[in-house]
Antibody, heavy 124, light 110 residues
Framework: EVQLVESGGGLVQPGRSLRLSCAASGFTFDDYAMHWVRQAPGKGLEWVSD????????GYADSVKGRFTISRDNAKNSLYLQMNSLRTEDTAFYYC?????????????????WGQGTLVTVSS | QSVLTQPPSASGTPGQRVTISCSGS????????VYWYQQLPGTAPKLLIY???QRPSGVPDRFSGSKSGTSASLAIRGLRSDDEAVYYC???????????FGGGTKLTVL
């Protein structure tokens, strides 16, 4: 059974940093691209970032480009999101999501499994 | 303001057929696959439809997807009370070079 478990969320002040983790199990982690998707409380979904199976390719939403960095450790079956210079508008549930393929391909990639999310609250 | 436009709400009675629309442009729906996700209350989203009309294993054939030009639709037939959820459409956007979602449609089963 595919399982994705996020951790690392919490309350942080604007301008500070936070690192999210996602522990994956139940599938061959290094065969698939991975994503982060966020959802502000009571709002819709927003794709944040993706990374290919071998970390060669990454992508970011304009809203986080230059501030967030996605990475993965295939030996540890883990995905990460380093979030710097956090803003109040980054407050959201952050979901780790598995891609259906290796490359996070532009038109065909989709999120076939999701974690339960971790809440990040940016507030002074 | 979402790139893909969905009605904020939809409703139907048990057994009815309901359709949820998703409107985009040539840079997203018009030239790429469409995906649909279901988010039940208090849970993470779940993939419902991929590549316009394909269903993952375990998703009943009551759910179907279609696309015409720059719009897509999700149809649910034989509506059930446990279909109450928020439904999101998604696609790749060539102009933005990013993945975009609709704002979500909250489906109520009366």
């Amino acid at each position: 059974e595919v399982q994705l478990v996020e951790s690392g969320g919490g309350l942080v002040q604007p301008g500070r940093s936070l690192r999210l983790s996602c522990a994956a199990s139940g599938f061959t982690f290094d065969d698939y691209a991975m994503h982060w998707v966020r959802q502000a409380p009571g709002k819709g979904l927003e794709w944040v970032s993706d990374i290919s199976w071998n970390s060669d390719t990454t992508g970011y939403a304009d809203s986080v480009k230059g501030r967030f960095t996605i990475s993965r450790d295939n030996a540890k079956n883990s995905l990460y999101l380093q979030m710097n210079s956090l803003r109040t508008e980054d407050t959201a549930f952050y979901y780790c999501a598995k891609d259906n393929g290796r490359a996070a391909a532009a038109g065909t990639a989709h999120f076939d499994y999701w974690g339960q999310g971790t809440l990040v609250t940016v507030s002074s | 303001q979402s790139v893909l436009t969905q009605p904020p709400s939809a409703s139907g009675t048990p057994g009815q057929r309901v359709t949820i629309s998703c409107s985009g442009s040539n840079s997203n729906i018009g030239s790429n696959y469409v995906y649909w996700y279901q988010q039940l209350p208090g849970t993470a989203p779940k993939l419902l439809i991929y590549s316009i009309y394909q269903r993952p294993s375990g998703v009943p054939d009551r759910f179907s997807g279609s696309k015409s030009g720059t719009s897509a639709s999700l149809a649910i037939r034989g509506l059930r009370s446990d279909d109450e959820a928020v439904y999101y459409c998604a696609a790749w956007d060539d102009s933005l070079s990013g993945r975009v979602f609709g704002g979500g449609t909250k489906l109520t089963v009366l």
